[in-house]
């Protein structure tokens, strides 16, 4: 079996891309509060810090700075994870399972990438607030209400018509399709 090797700092910033087994769904978005909720459970007992982040309805992006002393991200994926899809199969919604009886919501591994400095920082900031255009979900950054980005505008950061308005059809952003 592969061991990945993981960059942990305590304290750290890090930037996460986190999805869905199944690509196509829209859990995610369908159940925004109940994945708030999630967020705010988990970092009651590890407090974490959100810098940005944007709700897909298949995959989020989320940067977050790690406490203090505490470098133990994979255990706040896990938790986040575990938390909404016992949040969601409470609800009633039904989840879909492995054959041998785990839940199958969201993919085992997820993308991680340590923040460097302030410029690569503000870059994930920038493409984490750029996202929903990006794969077409909205025409316009602020359009979108699962993200951070209206949190910047409100703090003055940001412009509400930052990233400009993109034409009907979307370019190639380095991304495969899926």
């Given amino acids: 079996m592969v061991r990945y090797r993981r960059n942990l700092i305590p304290g750290a910033t890090y930037f996460f891309t986190v999805a869905l087994q199944d690509r196509r769904a829209t859990t995610l978005v369908d159940h925004v509060d109940l994945l708030r909720s999630s967020f705010a459970e988990v970092r009651s007992a590890q407090p974490f810090r959100i810098e940005a982040l944007v709700v897909l309805p298949e995959h989020l992006h989320a940067l977050i700075t790690m406490p203090p002393g505490d470098s133990d991200y994979p255990r706040l994926w ?18 879909p399972r492995f054959g041998d009886g785990r839940y199958a919501l969201w993919q085992r591994r997820y993308w991680e990438h340590t923040i460097r400095d302030t410029e690569d ?36 950061v940001l412009p509400p018509d930052w990233g400009g308005t993109m034409p009907n059809s979307t370019g190639a952003f380095g991304e495969p399709s899926v």
């Avoid at 938790?79 to 989840?95: D, M, N």
């Avoid at 994930?124 to 979900?137: A, L, M, Q, R, T």
């Fill in 78 to 95: 896990r938790r986040l994870k575990g938390r909404f899809t016992q949040y969601v199969a409470a609800s009633g919604v039904p989840v």
């Fill in 121 to 156: 920082f503000e870059r994930h900031v920038d493409y984490i607030h750029f996202n929903p255009v990006k794969h077409g979900w909205a025409r316009a950054v602020v359009d979108w209400p699962h993200s951070s980005f209206h949190h910047f505008v409100r703090e003055g």
